[in-house]
C-alpha cells in the first residue's frame, strides 16, 4: 500500500479541520503498466460497429479553439475601454439571452484569459455568483 | 442547449490566485481538463481550491495523478439537489475530468465492472490459452482508458474497459521463460433496442526482449486476435443480465467502486481498483 499527499474536503482551507472531513487516498499504486523494452503488436477488429441506439457523446473540451481571439462584442467593449467586469458581465449576459455553443465558448475563452492573472481572477469570482449562475444553470433561486 | 454545472479551479486557497472556468452542458457526461490545458494554467499539480455548482444532476470533479485520466485520484461530488460548494484540495494532479451523473429523471444502475467480469476473465482465457505455451501470470488490470490522444485503433471522443492482463511464455530446455501481456478494449454501447452491449475495439500485446520475442509474438499475435471475437460473445453473454433493468438510456463510467452515489463528499481510489458501469433507464 502506498499513501499519497492526496487530500481534499469541501469548504475552506482555514476551516476544514473542524467542519469537514478530510479523506487522504490509500490505494494500491496499479497506475496504468507500462511494459519494458520489448516487442509490440496488436490491431483493431475487423468486425463493423454494430448500431448504436444511442449516439455517445462527444467530450466537452476547454481549450479554446486554435483560431480564437476576440469576438467583435468584446472588442467593441475593450475599444471603448470597459473594465474587466463589465466584460465578464457582458460574456455571461450573451450567455443568459441565447445559450449556444457559440456563446459559451466564447464567454469561457473570455473569462479563462482574463483569469490568467491573479487580480481578474478575483472579478471573475465576485462576478459569478450563485444569482449569476442560476439562470445558466436552469437553476432556482 | 444550458449548462448542467459549471468548475471553477484555483491555483490559491480559498478561491484565490488564478482560475479557470470549466463547464459541461445539459446534454454533456463528460468534460476533459487535460494535461495541457492544466500546464496552460499552472494548474498541475496545484488545483488548492474550487467551487463547484450544479443543478439537474451530480457532478463529480475526480483529478487524477496520471496525464491520462488513469492511476489514483481524488474526487469532490456535488448532488445536484445542493447545487453548490467550495473545496480545498492539495496534491497531485495532472489531468482532471467532470463527470456528471445521476442526472434528474433517469434511474441509476451501477454495477463493478470486477465484480461482473472477474471470474468469467480467468475461464475465458484459460481456455482461449489450453495447448499453448503461454499461461496467466498475475491478476488482471480490469480498468478504463477515457478518450485515448495517442492509440491508433481507438477514439479520443471515446471510452473504454481496459483488460490488461499479464502472461507467462514457457519456453523448452533451459531457455529462459519470457514474460508478455495482452489488452484488450471494449467499448459499450446502447443497441438499437435499448440493450447495453460490448464491442471489442482492440487488441494489442506484448513480449519482453530477446532473442525469441519476434517467435513469441508471431505466435501470440493470431491467438490474441482471435481472442477478440470470443470475449465479445462472453461480455455480451453477461451484459444480458442488465436486460433486467429495462431500456437502457446511457451508461458512462465513475472510477474505483462508486456502487452508490457519495451525493455531496470526497472519495479517493485508483482506477486499477476497479471501473464503476453506471446504467441509465
Redesign the interface.
Known sequence: MTETATEGGLGATTTNKTTTEAVSVRSIAAAKPVPGPGLLGGGKTTQQHPAYGRIPVNPRRFEPPSDFWLPDWARTLVDQNATPEQVIRAAIDRVVKGHSEQTLVEAQTVINELSRSVDHAKIVTTVLTRETLNPLLARKA | ??????A?L?S???????????????????????N??LSS?GLIDSI??G?L????ADLNLV?F??N?Y?????Q?SLSGTQ??????????VNSAL?IASNNSGANEHRIGFVGIFRAEWDSFLDHQLQGSQVTRDVDP?L?WQM?PASDQ?LSS???YLRI?Q?LHVHMPWYWPDYQA?V?YNVEL???????L?A????????????AK??Q??AK??PQ??AG??AL?TELNQKLTETDLFGA???VYYLP?RQLSPIG??????????DITIVIQT
Open positions: 442547449m444550458s449548462l448542467l454545472a459549471t471553477l484555483y490559491g486557497p480559498n478561491q484565490t490566485g488564478a482560475s479557470l472556468l470549466t463547464g459541461i452542458g445539459s446534454g454533456d457526461r463528460y468534460g476533459l481538463i487535460p495541457s490545458l494554467r488548492a481550491s467551487r455548482d450544479c443543478s439537474a483529478m495523478h496520471n491520462d488513469t492511476g489514483q485520484f481524488f469532490i447545487g453548490e460548494t467550495t473545496f480545498w484540495h492539495t496534491g497531485q467532470l488490470l480498468t478518450f485503433w471522443n471515446l471510452t490488461h499479464p501481456s489488452d454501447y446502447v443497441t438499437s433496442d435499448n440493450h452491449r464491442w471489442v475495439a482492440d487488441y494489442e500485446w506484448w513480449v519482453e526482449s530477446g520475442s519476434g513469441i509474438g501470440l499475435d490474441a486476435r477478440m471475437s465479445q437502457v438510456k446511457a474505483d455531496t463528499g470526497t472519495f479517493g481510489g485508483d482506477t486499477g481498483n
